[in-house]
């Protein structure tokens, strides 16, 4: 999210960022279509994301649709990073650079989750691919006909592997219980990001060239991907008016030109801000 404001005292350092309209699981659950309709763009949107944070040095470890806030134009933007690995620069593929078991258990990829429990100097360092397979549950969910999460914790998970690397090689075209109603490209590019191997895991160099992202012949959502985000007209479905106040049950209307702190009487005045963002589209 962009940082329009922030101020400090000497007790308090005080952010004020971009109002998002709802996160992705409140989508799920009280606008359906919606997400159906933009699965694959807020797909790719999430994908560049991973890819992004990787690059600066950051495993999220914890992506799930709690976690991806939807803006009043529809664009996702990437939160909470709480349990996220900090690297000392961009991260690789092929490296292997902590072995935390950090996140939830239902997005949990299989090099970590073998970690849970286990004693220290038996556990496995794992990369980046945690957070590509984060991404292959979530576009399950998006995919999904009651967008319920496809693993419910551990064991669900371990019986998704137990399936590819028992049941899935005597039947290879076979379809895994619950990808049975998905389209053929939404099966293969959920498939690819949960492979066991994270090592033929996709990522997103997999992901520019699938047909699962394809708006065309010669197009896919990944095309100009950030150009056409802030393209978008605000959506009204989207657009907040009003934030609820502390508990006495009345709404106030809510204004980012006039940004009142509801902690107190004691708390800082929030008129007064020590940095605007140069790009704020906020009036001063």
Avoid at 32 to 39: E, H, I, L, S, T
Avoid at 98 to 108: F, I
Avoid at 156 to 181: L, M
Avoid at 221 to 248: K, T
Wanted: hydrophobic residues 40%; contains cysteine.
């Amino acid at each position: 999210m962009e940082l329009e404001r922030a101020m400090q005292d000497s007790d308090f350092i005080s952010f004020a960022m971009e109002l998002m309209a709802h996160d992705l699981f409140w989508l799920m659950c009280h606008d359906p279509c919606m997400c159906r309709k933009n699965a694959r763009r807020w797909s790719a949107q999430i994908a560049l994301g991973i890819d992004s944070l990787h690059q600066m040095g950051i495993i999220h470890r914890d992506l799930k649709a709690e976690n991806v806030l939807i803006d009043v134009r529809g664009n996702i933007r990437i939160v909470d990073f709480g349990l996220a690995h900090l690297g000392a620069g961009p991260l690789h593929w092929w490296g292997e650079y902590t072995d935390e078991v950090m996140g939830t258990l239902q997005c949990m990829a299989p090099e970590m989750l073998q970690n849970k429990d286990v004693h220290t100097r038996f556990k496995r360092y794992y990369g980046i691919s945690v957070d590509w397979w984060a991404l292959g549950c979530l576009i399950y969910e998006l995919e999904s006909e009651d967008h319920l999460a496809l693993f419910s914790g551990e064991e669900s998970t371990i019986g998704y592997v137990n399936w590819v690397q028992n049941i899935r090689p005597r039947n290879p075209r076979h379809r895994f219980p619950a990808f049975i109603g998905l389209s053929d490209e939404a099966e293969s590019v959920i498939s690819g990001l949960l492979r066991i191997r994270y090592s033929f895991r996709y990522k997103l160099s997999d992901l520019l060239q699938h047909p699962y992202f394809a708006i065309g012949e010669n197009a896919t959502e990944f095309d100009d991907a950030e150009a056409r985000a802030l393209a978008r007209p605000v959506d009204p479905s989207l657009e907040l008016d009003f934030l609820p106040d502390d508990g006495d049950g009345t709404l106030r209307l809510f204004s980012p030109d006039a940004v009142v702190s509801s902690w107190g009487p004691h708390h800082p005045d929030f008129s007064e801000f020590t940095w605007i963002n140069p790009r704020s589209g906020v009036k001063k």
